[in-house]
């Protein structure tokens, strides 16, 4: 099993998964809020150039390249739900407050992505998105290392019937929305949890995800899910679903 740690900086704690332990990263909590990725690299490397987008909750991947290039007309912020680096030192950062941060690495490159994956991202395969990416640049499926880090949990996240099913549509083939739904309950551990409310569930998106993975070859060992609820965990981490606020934590790693 994956071991996660909790590190301190100043006092303030933060979360680092064994798996990416040859990689400064960290999943920080809402004790760093409102500090930014350019001042929360100084905790993992104060020498990396920092990356960020103006995330959308939809399955753009881009790289510090296409940031730079996209950034010359003007605009402070590019548009975009995943990061992949190129090139040493470079320390890459999503930000999520229900959503699933997730950080990737690749062993045999030194490369990392890092990705902000809602349901909606999650429905659009953005983790897959990442991952054909980091094959593209280099990377092979075995070298990847993944660690999701603190989101909502299944047990508390009540979707709408029509809602899983978007989310179901990326691992199953179905096209109707009951079978989907009923596909998805079907599943060994299944990313779906009954809920009261008629036409509605409860949804692991983080489960979800890990299917996507499973589905491109990569084993459950390459990957690994924080024990952390943002919803349930209101002493260190922002949940939206749970305060209405438009606050964030940040996670991030350095190539």
């Known amino acids: 099993m994956h071991t996660w740690h909790w590190r301190t900086w100043e006092g303030l704690p933060y979360l680092t998964c064994s798996l990416l332990e040859s990689w400064t990263h960290g999943f920080f909590t ?3 809020w409102p500090q930014t990725p350019s001042e929360l690299t100084k905790v993992l490397r104060p020498e990396a150039s920092v990356y960020r987008l103006k995330q959308v909750h939809g399955n753009i991947i881009l790289t510090p390249t296409e940031i730079a ?10 548009e975009g739900d995943g990061l992949v680096s190129e090139q040493p030192l470079q320390a890459i950062w999503v930000a999520s407050a229900d959503c699933t941060p997730v950080l990737i690495a690749s062993h045999k490159t030194g490369q990392v992505a890092a990705v902000h994956a809602g349901w909606r991202g999650t429905s659009s395969s953005i983790v897959p998105q990442a991952i054909k990416r980091m094959l593209s640049l280099g990377s092979e499926l075995q070298d990847l290392r993944i660690a999701m880090g603190p989101a909502i949990a299944g047990e508390v996240y009540q979707v709408s019937e029509q809602v899983a099913a978007e989310v179901g549509r990326s ?3 179905h ?3 009951k079978e989907i739904v009923n596909a998805l309950h079907q599943l060994p551990n299944s990313p779906l949890f009954p809920d009261p409310n008629p036409g509605r569930v409860r949804l692991d998106v983080r489960r979800v995800n890990a299917l996507q993975m499973e589905m491109l070859g990569i084993s459950p060992e390459q990957i690994a899910i924080a024990p952390y609820c943002t919803y349930q ?10 305060d209405k606020q438009k606050k964030v934590q940040w996670s991030g790693i350095v190539s």
């Open 30 to 32: 809402q004790q760093f």
């Open 69 to 78: 290039n996209q950034l010359t007309e003007g605009a402070d912020q590019v």
């Open 233 to 242: 965990t209101p002493e260190h981490f922002f949940s939206y679903r749970r």
């Open 171 to 173: 691992i199953i083939t």
């Open 175 to 177: 096209n109707d929305e």
